[in-house]
C-alpha cells in the first residue's frame, strides 16, 4: 500500500466511525426508551395503555388514547394549514417571481426556521389565543391554535424543501412544457409538481414529524386537557407535552408510564414515516 | 450567605416528588416538599417550616365572589359546568389545573376534591404562573394557586364565605391550607441542620412571611 492508500484508508475508516456513532446515538436511545416504558406496558397490558380514556397515574390508570388522537389531530391540523400555504408559497418562488425576489424571500423564509419555539408558543399565547377566545368562544387553548401555530412552524421546512426539488427539475421541462403551448400554471401542476413530486413529499413528512415532535409551543397554547377534543376549540393533550408537562414530578410507576408514551410516539412516529416513504416512492417517475 | 463563610447552598427546582426523592437518595442533604409525605415516604424526616394557603381564583371581573367547598369540587369535578349555576352569567366555566405530580395539585386533591377525580376536561398548566396568567385573561375560568402568588390581575374567592387571608389563616378560619416541608434521610448533617435553624429563626421566618407565606412560628 502507498502513502497515499494508507491514508485514503485512514480517511476512510475515521468516517466510518463519526457514521456510526450518529446511528449509535439513535440505537441508545431506542433501547433506553423502550427498557424503560415495555416493562409497565407488558405489566398492565398493552390494551389498557392504547385503548383506555382515563390518564390518572395516581390511580394506576394510564390510559395513552387521548393523546395519541391529540397528537394526530393537532400534526394533521398543522399539515391542512402549513401544506397548502408551503406549497403556494414554493410555486411563487420558483415559478412566477423574479429572481431578486427570490434572492430576497427565501432567506427570510429560512429565518422563521431559527425561531426558537418557545417564542412561537408566547406568540400563541398572547395573540391567538385571546383572538380564538374572543371571536370563537371556548377557552381558546385549543386544538385550532395549535394547528395554526404548528402550521407556521412547519412552512420554512415545506418550502425550502420544495423550493430545492422544484428547482432541481431541468430547465428542459419547462420550456418544453412553455414551447407546447401550456400556460405558466399548467407547466407547474401537470409538469414541475410530478417532476418533483417525490421532493415535494419528503417536505411534507419532513414538517410533519416537527410537528408531531414539537413540545414547548403546544404545551403554551394546546390546554393539555386529557380528554379526546369533542371540536377544534376544545383544549388537546399530545404525547409529547405529556411527558414534558409531567416528567419533572413523575416518579416511580407514573415515570414508567410516561416512558410508555414515548414508545408510542415512536411506534406512530415509524408507522407514519414508512406510509410516507412507501408513498414517494411508488410514485416517483 | 455572609454570616456563614464556607457554606453553599445549591438549589434545584423539579417539584415535591422529586425534593423527597432527592433526599431519600442522598442526592440533597434537604429535600422540599408541597404536599404532606405519602405513606411509603414516610420514613423520612419532616420539619414544616411554613405553610401556605390555596385560593381559588376566578377573573376579576367574575361576579362571583364566594363558593362553598361543595361548590368548588363540583366545578372540579366536572359537575358544575356553568357560572349560572353559581351565582354568576350563563357561561361555561373554564376549569384551570395543575398537571398531575405536582405538589399544589396533590393538596388541591386531598383538601377539594377527596375521593372525586379532576375534570378530564380541564386545562392543565405546569405552574403556578401559568394557571393565573390564563385566569387573569379568560373571564369564564377558575383555577387554584398558592396564596402568596394572587395579585391584582385575579379575583381570589371566598370559601365558606372567609375570604382567604394571611389572618384569617393563622386564625385557622380558612381551612385550604398545606404544610411546606423540609425533609432528610435520617437526622440532618451539620450544615444542613445549621440551614434548617436559619429558616425556623426568627430571621428566617421573617422573609418567609415576606414572601407571601405563612410562618410556623408568631411571636
Known amino acids: 500500500m502507498t502513502r497515499l492508500e494508507k491514508r485514503e484508508s485512514l480517511i476512510r475508516i475515521a468516517l466510518l466511525v463519526v457514521a456510526f456513532s450518529a446511528i449509535s446515538v439513535l440505537l441508545v436511545i431506542t433501547v433506553f426508551i423502550f427498557e424503560e416504558g415495555i416493562p409497565i406496558m407488558v405489566k398492565y397490558g398493552f390494551k389498557r395503555f392504547l385503548f383506555n380514556l382515563d390518564w390518572y397515574p395516581s390511580e394506576k390508570s394510564y390510559g395513552l388514547l387521548p393523546m395519541v388522537i391529540g397528537s394526530i389531530m393537532v400534526t394533521f391540523g398543522a399539515l391542512a394549514i402549513g401544506v397548502p400555504f408551503g406549497l403556494a408559497c414554493a410555486v411563487f418562488l420558483t415559478e412566477f417571481s423574479s429572481k431578486r425576489l427570490r434572492r430576497i424571500i427565501k432567506p427570510m423564509i429560512e429565518l422563521l426556521a431559527g425561531i426558537p419555539s418557545v417564542v412561537y408558543g408566547f406568540m400563541g399565547v398572547v395573540i391567538l389565543v385571546p383572538f380564538i377566545r374572543e371571536t370563537l368562544g371556548g377557552p381558546g387553548l385549543s386544538v385550532l391554535a395549535s394547528s395554526i401555530i404548528l402550521g407556521i412552524m412547519i412552512l420554512p421546512t415545506i418550502i425550502s424543501i420544495s423550493v430545492d426539488s422544484l428547482e432541481a427539475v431541468p430547465s428542459a421541462y419547462r420550456e418544453g412544457s412553455i414551447a407546447l403551448g401550456a400556460t405558466r400554471w399548467q407547466t407547474t401542476r401537470m409538469v414541475m409538481f410530478p417532476a418533483a413530486r417525490s421532493g415535494i413529499i419528503a417536505s411534507i413528512i419532513l414538517g410533519m414529524g416537527r410537528a408531531i415532535g414539537e413540545t414547548m409551543a403546544v404545551i403554551m397554547i394546546a390546554g393539555n386537557a386529557i380528554a379526546i377534543p369533542r371540536s377544534l376549540l376544545d383544549p388537546v393533550r399530545t404525547l409529547t407535552s405529556n411527558i414534558a408537562l409531567e416528567m419533572a414530578y413523575a416518579s416511580g410507576e407514573h415515570r414508567q408510564a410516561l416512558f410508555a408514551t414515548g414508545v408510542i410516539l415512536f411506534v406512530i412516529i415509524m408507522i407514519l414515516n414508512t406510509i410516507a416513504n412507501i408513498t414517494s416512492k411508488r410514485r416517483k417517475i | ?219
Open chain 2, 1 to 219: 450567605m455572609e454570616e456563614h463563610p464556607g457554606f453553599a447552598v445549591n438549589v434545584q427546582g423539579g417539584g415535591s416528588s422529586a425534593g423527597i426523592q432527592a433526599a431519600k437518595s442522598g442526592a440533597a442533604d434537604i429535600g422540599m416538599s408541597s404536599r404532606e409525605l405519602k405513606d411509603d415516604e414516610k420514613d423520612l424526616l419532616e420539619i414544616v417550616v411554613a405553610r401556605d394557603g390555596l385560593a381559588i381564583i376566578v377573573h376579576p371581573e367574575n361576579p362571583v365572589g364566594g363558593l362553598s367547598l361543595v361548590q368548588v369540587q363540583n366545578i372540579f369535578a366536572g359537575n358544575i359546568r356553568s357560572w349560572k349555576f353559581v351565582g354568576g352569567p350563563d357561561r361555561e366555566i373554564h376549569v384551570v389545573t395543575r398537571e398531575e405530580g405536582s405538589g399544589t395539585r396533590g393538596a388541591f386533591q386531598e383538601m377539594v376534591m377527596g375521593k372525586s377525580r379532576l375534570f378530564p376536561r380541564a386545562i392543565v398548566q405546569d405552574s403556578n404562573g401559568t394557571v393565573r396568567e390564563i385566569v387573569a385573561n379568560d373571564p369564564a375560568s377558575i383555577g387554584y394557586i398558592s396564596l402568596g402568588l394572587v395579585n391584582k390581575r385575579v379575583k381570589a374567592v371566598c370559601l365558606e364565605g372567609v375570604e382567604p387571608s394571611f389572618e384569617h389563616i393563622v386564625e385557622k378560619k380558612y381551612t385550604l391550607v398545606r404544610p411546606f416541608l423540609f425533609v432528610t434521610n435520617g437526622p440532618p448533617k451539620p450544615a444542613a441542620r445549621e440551614f434548617i435553624n436559619f429558616v425556623l429563626s426568627r430571621e428566617g421566618q421573617e422573609l418567609i412571611r415576606r414572601e407571601g407565606l405563612i410562618p410556623v412560628f408568631r411571636d
